[in-house]
């Protein structure tokens, strides 16, 4: 008993002073605290530091997006590298209407398939992403051959049998779904989509029905952008409510954090997950990234159509971070972590848009031609001082 006293209090000493140096080191931008703090995680055991789903594992999933590109190149090291890291996945585009359903008579399940089966042997949480949105989808649900709007029965049963071919596919397989997607505008308002325009609002609830009908066992997601905008927060709450006292089912609001080194602020993104707890519903952060780049015009948020001119003002690091921005970059992460570590009974889930800088959709958008670092991990698959001080709010808490 006196030995293994001893040897606990040792470590608990060791990862103390791993975890003291590595934050001198991320001030001062030294590489000493990449060694020492995978020492420390490792417990000076010689084995594989444990990733940060195991990290995590009794606070909330932590998860990632797998690209298109990963998907159909089935790249094993980076597959390995999410495999070893995180405890979700999410699909990033291959589930999208477009990709998976490009046509009426056509299904593509190439990527979708491989994304299920390598959440199944994994054993991960795994996220379908998106089975109603307003984007990323055929014209051709809404407009026939000749130009005309397809009548309102007809998009329904669209809807319906898309809804039952994707989830159908892979019932019981996929643990959670973003089950319409981007619905209401930042003004707290109805977005004035196909969908609304061609169904109403109905179209909202009718979706979280039929998923439930094909799928029981799915939690059921509504997901959106710049959801810490009050207007837009509070709107689609009151809507979510709504929609649930008449029955419709759903579990939980996934809130996109596309975020900036600055903004928004980290009080306002406490009060949207205290907002989303209070309605009763489970909270998702589920785009995770960090614009280290000028922002375009004072733009933020997540609409894909939206795009600017290129200028070298726009891109200031074509070739690397400055290490001021490297640190600023890791302390905005560590404290994000540290507000989802706070709010752990409310949080069920914080997933990265993406494992790798080198595959981030913030490398062209919304300004083609960038070149951005919002992950975690660099374009080569190494941890960032942004992954170290992640880290380590679980080493410090560990060795306290």
Known sequence: MKKTTMMNQQRRLFLRSAFTAAGIGLV?????????????????????APGLGALFGGDFKVGTALSNNTLQAQNPGLEALVAREFSAITAENAMKWEEVHPQADVWDWQRADHFVDFGQRHQMYTIGHTLVWHSQMPESVFVDGHGRLRK??????????????????YRGKIQAWD??????????????????NALGENYFSRAFHLAREVDPNAELLYNDYNMTIPAKRDFALEQIVKFRKQGMPVHGVGMQAHVHLSEPAIAKIEASI??????????????LDVDVLPQAYDYMGAEISTNFAYSEELNPFPEQLPEKIVDELAARYESLFKLFLKHRDKVRRVTLWGTTDAESWKNDWPVVGRTN????????????????AVAGLKVAAKSS
Do not use: C
């Not at 001062?28 to 594989?48: F, I, N, W, Y």
């Not at 089950?179 to 609304?196: C, F, I, L, M, P």
């Open 152 to 169: 309102r029965s007809d998009i329904e049963q669209t809807m319906e049998s898309h809804i039952a071919a994707l989830a159908g596919r």
């Open 28 to 48: 001062l931008g030294s590489a000493s605290p990449k060694r020492l703090l995978a020492e420390a995680l490792a417990g000076q055991s010689g084995a594989s």
């Open 373 to 388: 670092y919002p992950l975690i991990f660099d374009r080569d698959g190494e941890p960032k001082k942004a992954y170290y």
């Open 274 to 287: 205290e907002a989303i707890a209070a309605a009763g519903l489970d909270v998702h952060i589920t785009e």
């Open 179 to 196: 089950v319409v997607n981007e619905a209401v505008t930042d003004d707290g308002q109805w977005r004035k989509s196909h969908w609304y």
